[in-house]
């Protein structure tokens, strides 16, 4: 059975993936007052589905000097690192219940560094290892950051499972005592998962397109799903910590889509960041901070026990 329902859940996700791209492309225009995608299909739903149809029967170029096997593999590493991620996904039935999601949660975005670099490097492109080497620093700076900000959170509900945090908060969410915890939280998801304002990864008016310049075809859809994929169990990770987990309420699932929302809504609004502004924010203001509040915690937590 759990077999049966994480495969329900992967092709719900891999829809959910085409819709917010839709959702993604329908937001902009309106913030940029145009008109998004709205002639396939009615209301331009039918947009997500030509889309991949488009991207997967286009031919695949490979780059001459290429490490062949390398540049191959590594999107396909991707997107099964990002499919991993959802075995954490907290079930109530036919629990696959692991008591040390938050860490291998943390392994996971740990080993998503390895895709990023693989694929800029194996290319064999001055541009593709740059962006890939811009990737790798500004993912492994936030990574540490977000560490320490889970650890303040994980102190209150001494469990590294993911379902704990729905008992904890069955009266008040974490939201309300960590607010400054939740805004860090989601800009560092932001720079997890190269969204704007810190997509240099991808910076387009300086690297032509980053890591996956090389990549066309099925190669960049698998690194195309892989981040939307990020994005999505990022909100639900977010979802889960500061905003209560009740899996059987509607809500649980309208939030999650609130949170996707602000990821679109930030790439609408905010430049890009200038790259030592990036570093400098992670490592003097996220990461003190973040020490900080896992002082305050930890001795509040001396102090009752």
């Known amino acids: 059975m759990f077999l049966i329902s994480f495969v329900l859940l992967l092709i719900s996700i891999l829809i959910a993936v085409a819709f917010v791209t839709l959702l993604e492309r329908s937001i902009l225009g309106y913030i940029q007052i145009r008109k998004g995608p709205n002639s396939v299909g009615f209301m331009g739903l039918l947009q997500p589905f030509s889309d991949g149809i488009k991207l997967f029967f286009k031919e695949q170029t490979y780059p001459y000097f290429s490490n062949f096997i390398i540049y191959y ?14 075995t954490l996904f907290p079930y109530l039935i036919n629990v696959f219940n692991f008591n040390f999601g938050i860490l291998f949660f943390l392994c996971c975005t740990g080993m998503g560094v390895y895709g990023v670099l693989l694929s800029g490097w194996s290319s064999n492109s001055n541009y593709a290892l740059l962006g890939g080497l811009r990737s790798v620093a500004q993912t492994i700076s936030y990574e540490v950051s977000m560490a320490l900000l889970i650890i303040c959170l994980l102190l209150m509900i001494s469990s590294f499972n993911f379902v704990y945090f729905m008992k904890y908060q069955q009266y008040i969410w974490f939201l309300f005592f960590s607010f400054p915890l939740f805004l860090c939280f989601f ?119």
Do not use: H, Q
């Open 187 to 305: 800009s560092s998801c932001l720079a997890e998962t190269n969204r704007s304002p810190f997509d240099f990864a991808e910076g387009e008016s300086e690297l032509v397109s980053g890591f996956n310049v090389e990549y066309s075809s099925g190669g960049f859809a698998f690194i195309f799903l892989s981040e939307y994929m990020n994005i999505i169990f990022m909100s639900l990770v977010c979802n889960i910590i500061f905003f209560g987990c009740n899996l059987n309420s509607i809500f649980f699932y309208l939030k999650i889509v609130l949170l996707i929302f602000m990821f679109i809504w930030v790439r609408g609004t905010l430049p890009r960041y200038r790259y030592d502004k990036l570093m400098y924010l992670a490592w003097k203001g996220f990461l003190p901070l973040s020490l900080s509040y896992l002082l305050f915690f930890g001795s509040m937590l001396m102090l009752i026990f």
């Open 73 to 86: 593999f590594s999107p396909v590493f991707m997107l099964f690192l990002s499919f991993i991620l959802w």
